[in-house]
């Protein structure tokens, strides 16, 4: 079956700081790929997401490349904010449209002025 | 911007209880999920619902869970007899195409 590992956190950087969340997945076919992000207290949010191989996701300075060779999605920010500090998820759903997202386990990533 | 809601935010209930998540999906989407998520773990899909009817649901998702849409807007969970290990975030969903997530529902089983 489908399944996604995320690294290990937690994360502890810096303000500024280079951050790298990888995510690996295992699925049949052509899945879609997603970081979702979960701020303490709140839901979960849609970061980015990427549908095919090659595409890039970005969002709020956030980037992902979905690698088919390599079957990875990794999270890149260049310079982190205290207000990144949140649990990461990494997910992938499979082709057809409307199906179950499969999660990572989450990495929580935690930002020091 | 339109957004799925969950009520109640925090449910606290006895071992053996019924309890009723409720979520109101955003209004033009047709597809509705739940997931979980245990403290400190992964988050999990236990059900989707299209066309008033499950198209999937997990071995999480046994005899003691129900999905309901009862109204045009309303979609809920119900949890016939509660479990100690059914303490968790219960988090609705709703999809065309990309899942929106509402806040979630903290269940706590006593």
């Known amino acids: 079956g489908n399944s996604v590992t995320q690294m290990e956190g937690p994360v502890t950087l810096s303000e500024e700081a280079f951050l790298t969340i990888n995510c690996t997945y295992t699925?049949?076919?052509?899945?879609?790929l997603f970081w979702y992000v979960q701020y303490p207290g709140e839901g979960l949010q849609l970061l980015l997401k990427a549908t095919k191989a090659d595409d890039k996701g970005s969002n709020k300075g956030f980037e992902a490349t979905y690698r088919k060779e390599t079957t990875s999605f990794h999270l890149e920010k260049g310079s982190v904010q205290v207000s990144d500090s949140a649990v990461y998820f990494c997910?992938?759903?499979?082709?057809?449209?409307?199906?179950?997202?499969?999660f990572g386990t989450g990495t929580r990533l935690t930002i020091i002025p | 911007e339109p957004e799925v809601t969950q009520t109640p935010s925090h449910q606290v209930t006895q071992m053996g209880q019924e309890v009723i998540l409720r979520c109101v999906p955003i209004?033009?989407?047709?597809?509705f999920y739940w997931y979980r998520q245990i403290l400190g773990q992964k988050v999990e899909f236990l059900v989707s619902f299209y066309n008033n009817e499950i198209s999937e649901k997990s071995e999480i998702f046994d005899d003691q869970f129900s999905v309901e849409r009862p109204d045009g807007s309303n979609f809920t969970l119900k949890i016939r007899s509660t479990k100690l290990e059914d303490s968790a975030m219960y988090f609705c969903?709703?999809?065309?195409?990309?899942?929106?997530f509402g806040p979630g529902t903290r269940l706590t089983v006593l």
């Open positions: 997910a992938l759903r499979a082709f057809f449209g409307n199906e179950k997202l499969t």
């Open positions: 969903a709703s999809s065309e195409r990309v899942q929106f």
């Open positions: 209004s033009n989407h047709l597809y």
């Open positions: 699925a049949t076919g052509y899945p879609s």
